[in-house]
């Protein structure tokens, strides 16, 4: 521990001298038109500006222009020429050149307006490791939502906590998802109640785009960030679509209905309304174990951002978001009318899970001079939610109230020095009452014990931070981070890091990073899936606060060739360290769950190489594969392998698009490595790793005017784990166990579903 420290404090100190984020810096491009023959022509003395400012340019006569950049708010260029329809495109902070198509105002038959970017790419600028998945990458696969927008990620992991909820968990750096920090536009969310469910909670025809940044990043939003942070951007009030609509159904009669509307009032105001509502109709037990691979589930989403934006550069951000989501599982036969029996063991064994919530928020930023270069802002962040389950004998209900708040000034004094102090912090309210139901192991008949725990609290946590950044030109960029941070029931705390950037040369990016991060746990939410068995819970009294040193590096190639010379090889590797933690422990004691705090060491070490390559127009080729060394320290077992964590998952995606995106045809293969195991799911004689096992997608895209309709399959092997729910003859029993889950839980899904697009 002195070591870690002495190390990062080197970091620190060596960073002190250094760090930075690209200048806006400028962007190229050109402005195009179709002739009747489909070819490009240049629009020449076209104009282009930004959305929402007064920053222009001027094409040539050949259509090209250079325009400045300006803040990363204002991503809608604009493009305007006499005798041609106004198009917007959304540009990233990575486009260096963008292409605009042009539709003449007096062509007879309508012009498909396109612009092609990656899918899936790795972030040139980004100062931490930060893997980009766009709107087209989204557009891939059904991606209904956040916790199905991974498919072609090696990086993240995503599986199912148990097998009767249908909660998705996510795996980064091969550490659960909680180690993750999860970001709303730079705003943390899913924590406390909202977090088992929570992936479910964002569709994901409502993103723009996710961002995957590995290993500790900034402290601005908090320090929670271990294994990384996954920060989603909304559909924006700017954006020029008045009307977009999203109609999905699958062959397991799962239906979702999404629609968004972006409207601009007036020369400062706009809003975006975004509406999510989907169902399950059926219920399916595909491998006759008598439990549903999937619970019936409801749930409706609808949120409303505003945005008003004044020509003195003050911009006003705020929103509210409201849901409502139920689900019904376990067995086929067990119906909502049975929760009141369940105690009584004389009806089905099932689950029913509500959930709840209210989210509202609002960022205000005000520049103190002209240039911005010295500026205060505001952010404010208020979270309801309650969450209401039963698994058979067993019962949990929450409620929280949260509230968030940042206050932050920057000041940019030169091209080279960049800094950031603030005052930040978390409130949160939780009353939790806990019912240990569970079968009494030690009786010959079927009796079943009881125990409440009342687990509710208040909890503070109050920081003071600062964030340093050197750039030396494009070659070098250093962060350095300090926060200290005050909490109510485990005191204070110090979170360094440190991010290095280094470029020598155009085709080269050297990135090296190292900091701690902690977080607060809230062991029953945090692993709901426990909840899923027949046994008792043993909760350790004192569980303090969980802590872990994470550091790594990444090394990007970028090799000119291909179609468009744009092809990189990326290499990276990330070790994290935990100094406290909380185990949940299923081997030590097979009649209950062991909940204590870890002595001894913990630690994973992750190994991930990507390549990316468009060998001819049009077609991509996105391979990547992802090792994992994950061990921890249990009771009476010492150091051994983290079970349920597969060793290696490989990626290979290739798409194919006829000109104009007219036919979009995706392919994606993973192969997915073996996991240890629990010593109890283990037969005589069979192996205590689970399989090797593949997973296949398709999906085709045809554009129509105005209108893209896809139809695809997901799971093409039927692959499944076979057994799911150990005991499931005898749910009653406290050998029933349905969190050992390692694989798919349902085979085979066909889908098809259409987008429709209204452009201003």
């Known amino acids: 521990m002195k070591n870690k420290a002495v190390i990062a404090a080197l970091l620190l100190c060596a960073a002190v001298c250094a760090y930075a984020q690209q200048s806006d810096g400028t962007l190229s491009g050109t402005v195009y038109t179709l002739n009747l023959d489909g070819d490009r022509e240049p629009v020449a003395f076209a104009t282009v500006y930004w959305l929402g400012s007064d920053v222009y340019a001027d094409c040539d006569e050949n259509g ?35 292409e605009i198509f042009l539709r003449s105002d007096n062509q007879l038959e309508e012009t498909v307006i396109t612009a092609r970017g990656d899918a899936n790419y790795l972030s040139r600028l980004a100062n931490v490791r930060t893997e980009v998945i766009s709107s087209a990458g989204l557009s891939k696969m059904a991606c209904c939502n956040l916790a199905e927008s991974f498919e072609n990620s090696a990086s993240v992991s995503v599986g ?39 992936l479910s909670y964002i569709p994901g025809q ?75 109709f059926m219920a399916h037990d595909m491998n006759g174990d008598g439990f549903r691979d999937e619970p019936e589930m409801t749930h409706l989403n609808f949120a409303n951002r505003w945005l008003y934006y004044d020509q003195s550069g003050v911009q006003v951000r705020f929103g509210v978001k409201a849901l409502y989501d139920s689900r019904l599982g376990g067995q086929m036969t067990f119906r909502r009318e049975h929760v ?24 205000v930023g005000i520049p103190l001079n002209e240039d911005n270069s010295n500026n205060i802002a505001v952010v404010a962040d208020y979270t309801w939610h309650q969450l209401d389950s039963y698994f058979g004998l067993k019962s949990f209900f929450g409620r929280q109230n949260s509230g968030f708040l940042n206050l932050m000034y920057q000041g940019i004094p030169n091209d080279s020095h960049r800094f950031t102090f603030g005052l930040r912090n978390f409130f949160d309210g939780y009353v939790q009452t806990l019912h240990d139901g569970y079968a009494d192991p030690l009786s010959a008949s079927r009796r079943a014990l009881f125990a409440d725990y009342d687990l509710s609290h208040k909890e503070n946590s109050l920081g003071i931070y600062g964030e340093y950044t050197y750039t030396l030109g494009e070659k070098f960029s250093a962060v350095a981070d300090l926060s200290i941070d005050w909490n109510s029931l485990y005191g204070l705390f110090l979170s360094p890091r440190v991010n290095l950037k280094w470029s020598p040369a155009d085709w080269l990016v050297i990135r090296a990073s190292g ?21 008792r819970l043993d909760i350790a009294p004192d569980l303090g606060m969980e802590s872990a040193w994470t550091y790594g590096g990444n ?11 744009n092809s990189y090889l990326s290499f990276d590797y990330f070790r994290s360290d935990f100094t406290s933690q909380i185990i949940v422990d ?121 209108v893209d309709v896809y139809v695809g399959v997901e799971n093409i092997t039927n692959y499944r784990q076979k057994h799911p729910v150990i005991s499931a003859e005898d749910p009653w029993s406290p050998d029933f166990n349905a969190s050992v889950i390692w694989g798919p839980l349902t085979g085979v899904t066909a889908y098809a579903g259409m987008r429709f697009t209204l452009w201003k």
């Open 206 to 280: 409502w993103l723009e785009s996710i961002q995957i940044a590995k290993g500790p990043s900034s402290v601005i939003n908090g320090v929670e960030a271990i294994s990384g942070q996954i920060n989603v951007e909304h559909r924006k009030p700017t954006d020029e679509k008045p009307l977009f609509l999203n109609a999905f159904i699958n062959s397991m009669l799962m239906a979702e209905l999404n629609a968004a509307s972006s409207l601009q009032i007036g020369n400062r105001w706009s809003t975006v309304l975004m509406a999510h509502a989907s169902r399950s």
């Open 515 to 535: 900091g701690r991060g902690t977080r607060s746990p809230n062991v029953v939410v945090d692993n709901l899936g426990m909840m899923s068995t027949g046994r």
């Open 64 to 98: 090209k222009f250079n325009i400045r950049r300006i803040s990363e708010g204002n991503s809608a260029l604009v493009a305007a020429a006499l005798g041609y329809v106004r198009d917007t495109l959304r540009v990233s902070e990575e486009q260096k050149a963008v």
């Open 586 to 706: 299923q081997e030590y004691d097979w009649s209950a769950v062991s909940i204590y705090s870890l002595d001894g060491p913990s630690y994973t070490n992750t190994w991930q190489a990507d390549f990316s390559v468009e060998p001819f127009e049009r077609f991509t080729v996105l391979a990547t594969f992802r090792y994992s060394d994950s061990k921890v320290w249990l009771k009476d077992r010492g150091l051994v392998e983290r079970p349920l964590v597969s060793r290696y998952k490989g990626v290979l995606n290739l798409q194919y698009a006829t000109r104009m995106n007219i036919w979009t045809f995706d392919f994606t293969a993973q192969i997915n490595g073996p996991a240890r195991l629990p010593d109890f799911a283990v037969k005589p004689g069979e192996s205590c790793m689970s399989p090797v096992y593949p997973v296949l997608f398709a999906q085709i895209t045809r554009k129509l005017k105005g």
């Open 555 to 565: 090394i990007t190639f970028y090799i000119p060739i291909g179609f468009e010379d």
């Open 160 to 198: 199912y906590s148990d097998a009767v909820t249908g909660a998705r968990q996510i795996r980064l750096l091969g550490l659960s998802g909680i180690y993750t920090a999860m970001l709303d536009e730079n705003r943390p969310v899913m924590r406390g109640m909202a977090a088992p469910f929570g």
């Open 340 to 363: 009141d029996s369940l105690r009584t063991m004389s009806v089905p064994w099932g689950t029913y899970i509500t959930n709840q919530g209210v989210n509202g928020y609002l960022k």
